[in-house]
Each structure stands twice: as structure tokens, then as C-alpha cells.
């Protein structure tokens, strides 16, 4: 979990409080699928949510599911958070999620 004064440097650094909220709600659940050691959760040395929009948006209930998509893409694009597909069914269209937290340290560090 990253420390308040953490999330309001990133919410500055973004020029945005709902992606800092997003990647600090995720690095939350990475941090508990760490502490749980969930096999199916490590994947190319990372620990990784596994995570739909609409679970998303139950978690954010004030940002709406499209804009979820959007911040998460612009996120993505930032390389903040990666965004993987290991699901085992190919039907499955579930993405999961990583920070990316070598670049967080980078962009606090150059606040």
C-alpha cells in the first residue's frame, strides 16, 4: 500500500486523482495476492490482478465503467501498469493487471 502523500504526488504527477486511486488500489490487491501467495497470480515475475470493468467499477462506484477503460489504457500507455491475458480459456476476455512499480518509483522521483 502506498503512504497518502505517495498517491497526492502521483494524482500531480497524472493531473489526475482517479488514476492515482486506480494504481493505488492495485498495488493493494497485488500486495494481498503476494501476502496470500496465489500461484495462479504470478506470472512473469510479477504478481497480477485478475480483474473485470465491472468489478472495477463496483470498487470505483463514482467513475463509470467507460472511463475506467479509459484511464486504465491511458495508464497502460504510460507503462505505469501492464496489462496481461492469462486466462485459460480463450473465451475468457478478462484482462489482468500489474503496476508497474519501477516507473511509479521513477515518475514520485522526479516529482
Known amino acids: 500500500m502506498t503512504d497518502a502523500q505517495t498517491i497526492l504526488t502521483l494524482a500531480r504527477v497524472l493531473k489526475n486523482s482517479d488514476q492515482a486511486i486506480m494504481v ?19 506470472h512473469e515475475g510479477s ?5 473485470p470493468i465491472r468489478a472495477w467499477q463496483e470498487q470505483l462506484s ?3 465503467e467507460r472511463t475506467i477503460q479509459r484511464h486504465l489504457k491511458e495508464l497502460n500507455e504510460l507503462c505505469l501498469i501492464r496489462i496481461g ?5 480463450r473465451y475468457d476476455r478478462t484482462r489482468w493487471y500489474t503496476v ?3 516507473k511509479l518509483r521513477l515518475m514520485i522521483s522526479e516529482r
Open 62 to 64: 463514482w467513475i463509470s
Open 24 to 42: 493505488d488500489q492495485l498495488l493493494n490487491w497485488q500486495q494481498e495476492k503476494a501476502r496470500i501467495n496465489d500461484p495462479e497470480a504470478f
Open 85 to 89: 491475458d492469462f486466462n485459460q480459456y
Open 100 to 102: 508497474n512499480e519501477e
Open 47 to 51: 504478481w497480477w490482478v485478475y480483474m
